[in-house]
Nanobody, 118 residues
């Protein structure tokens, strides 16, 4: 059974950094593009960052560009999201997803809470 498990969330102050991890099991990790999304209370889930199968082409939402960095380690079946200069508006549940075949084959993790206090 495919599982994506996020970790690394927590409560931090504005300006701090956090690194989220998402580790996949029972998944051909190297064949999947990986993405991070987030969902704040009362808001829709939104795209944060993505990285392709080989680690290239990272893309970011404008709201996190220059502050967040996505990376992956295919040997560890893990994708990371390094978050710096955190702001209260970054508070959300962060989810990772694994996707291929133009989204026809997609898996989601359970999410990890990030709370940034002002």
């Amino acid at each position: 059974q495919v599982r994506l498990v996020e970790s690394g969330g927590g409560l931090v102050q504005a300006g701090d950094s956090l690194r989220l991890s998402c580790t996949a099991s029972a998944l051909g990790f190297i064949y999947y593009d990986m993405r991070w999304f987030r969902q704040a209370p009362g808001k829709e889930r939104e795209f944060v960052a993505e990285i392709n199968r080989s680690g290239g082409g990272p893309n970011y939402a404008d709201s996190v560009k220059g502050r967040f960095t996505i990376s992956r380690d295919n040997a560890k079946n893990t994708v990371y999201l390094q978050m710096s200069s955190l702001k209260p508006e970054d508070t959300a549940v962060y989810y990772c997803s694994a996707s291929r075949l133009f989204g026809q084959d997609t898996y989601w993790g359970q999410g990890t809470q990030v709370t940034v206090s002002s």
